[in-house]
């Protein structure tokens, strides 16, 4: 029997807090023994909702906060003054060793400055980047960093390669995981200052299977299992990207209800059709993972609903199995000798 995983899930963060993460956390739970739910939260709110769902009450239970840290709120100011929110005391089971991870839809600065903060950085690790699966024509590519780090040094993006590399191949099975960096240009003197300064670091490093740049029209093709950037241009990738995708997905669907033909055509195409764009919905792949923190915390979309909740706490069970930090730990100190 395998250890059961801890997560700890923020309640209260998100646009659809608390309803749909606590759904979320009760729908994990009923799918896997191996986990073990801890809701950080206002049990006034919480608890109305696990009264009315069916889920096994031995691997869920609440802990009660007084405070939220909303969207809209200074992320450093928020983490220093609000001891008892939720986010800070999910965050602090994680340091505490209380809890193996940490999920949460809640304020992206305040978990990226509560995961440096209060989790903490692995020793040696300079940058903590986030790293979302995002789908391709061949599966999922991991993109590292979408946001965390925007104003990234050289170093800072071989650290992300090598992170995302051990990343990849043990979550995903993927052995010698080929790695990109985003490049406006296919040729190796293409570039602006940072990619010129990376490009040849990752080239010379042996620990990683560099094959070279990324245009951002080669990423949906899936031809590269790790892209490489500055949080910034990550960012931007990702927002494109997701909504590209919903645009296509609301056009086919009007495209296909719009004459008595193409509805004929919809129902025989639709189970087909159905599995097709599910594998391009990110919230099927859970949420961001916080790379290189001393416990693992995920990030989840702000307006994540039930299903990418659940998804995101099932995904936690991996990466404990795995070992995923201690993975890190190894490689980096690896390299600091």
Known sequence: MSKMTIVAVDAMGGDNAPAEIVKGAMEAVSRSKD???????????????????????????????????????????????????????????????????????????????????????IKGVERAPLAPLIPTAKGVTLLIDCGANVDARAGHLVQFAKMGSIYMESIMGIKNPKVGIVNNGAEEEKGNALVKETFPLLKANKEINFVGSAEARDIPSGDFDVIVCEGFVGNVILKL???????????????????????????????????????????????????????????????????????SILQC?????????????????????
């Not at 909702?49 to 840290?69: D, H």
């Not at 004929?264 to 923190?293: H, R, S």
């Not at 070992?323 to 100190?333: G, L």
């Open 35 to 121: 986990i073990k739910v801890l809701l950080t939260g206002d049990l006034q709110k919480i608890e109305p909702i696990l009264a009315a769902g069916n889920y096994p009450k031995e691997q869920l239970t609440c802990i009660g906060t007084t405070e939220v840290i909303e969207t809209s709120e200074a992320p450093v100011l928020a983490i220093k003054r609000k001891k008892d929110s939720s986010l800070v005391v999910a965050m602090k089971l994680v340091k505490e060793g209380k809890a193996d991870a940490l999920v949460t839809a809640g304020n992206t600065g305040a978990v990226l400055v509560g995961g440096q903060v209060i989790v903490g950085r």
């Open 241 to 311: 990207y997701e909504g590209v995708g919903a645009t296509l997905i609301s056009l086919i669907k009007k495209g296909m209800m719009s004459t008595f033909r193409s509805k004929m055509g919809a129902l025989l195409v639709k189970p087909a059709l159905k599995d097709t764009l599910k594998t391009f919905d990110t919230a099927e792949y859970g949420g961001a993972p916080f790379l290189g923190l001393n416990g693992l915390v995920v990030k989840s979309h702000g307006s994540s609903q039930a299903g990418e909740i659940t998804n």
């Open 317 to 337: 069970v991996k990466f404990n199995e795995e070992k995923i930090n201690e993975k890190i730990k190894v490689a980096i100190q690896k390299t600091e000798e």
